[in-house]
């Protein structure tokens, strides 16, 4: 999102890498208010596990570093790319949050494509602990496609 907003830090005489896509991996936001999908223990984990990290976030839940819909976050439409792919799994409690941005990113009036892919019966992050499962290839064929420019 800084990308977007700020512009990329280099030095003068560097060339500015064009960011064309970005791919989101099962992504991790939270926010005050509960989603109605949203787990109470889930919901409660992640503001305990919050306050840790940033114990002096302004807002809470409602950070924008991690509730890019927060009010007070950056408008979605300055996301730098033109192609965004938000992949979730389907067993996953952040999966809500993960639709609900992709959804936001086309509401917001950005340019570019934004594309979901999203694995069945499965947890987050599954594809770490196997890399060889049917839906963690289906995964990172899907990615594979999108780095590609397909």
């Known amino acids: 999102m800084a990308a977007g907003v ?45 306050e840790v990290i940033f114990p002096d976030a302004k807002g809470r839940l409602d950070d924008p570093r991690i509730n890019p819909m927060a009010a007070a976050a950056p408008s979605l439409a300055k996301l730098p790319g033109e192609r965004l792919l938000v992949c979730t799994a389907s067993g996953d409690p952040r999966a809500p949050r993960g639709r609900a941005y992709r959804d936001a990113v086309r509401a917001s009036g950005w340019r570019g494509k934004v594309e979901r892919f999203e694995s069945e019966n499965e947890g987050h992050c599954f594809f770490v602990p196997n890399q060889g499962g049917r839906e963690a290839i289906k995964l990172m064929h899907r990615v594979v496609r999108f780095l590609a420019g397909h």
């Open 6 to 50: 700020k512009g990329l830090q280099l030095q003068a005489s560097t060339t500015p890498p064009r960011i064309v896509g970005v791919v989101l991996l099962h992504p991790s936001f939270a926010a005050e208010e509960k989603m109605e999908a949203e787990d109470e223990e889930f919901s409660r984990a992640n503001r305990v596990r919050w």
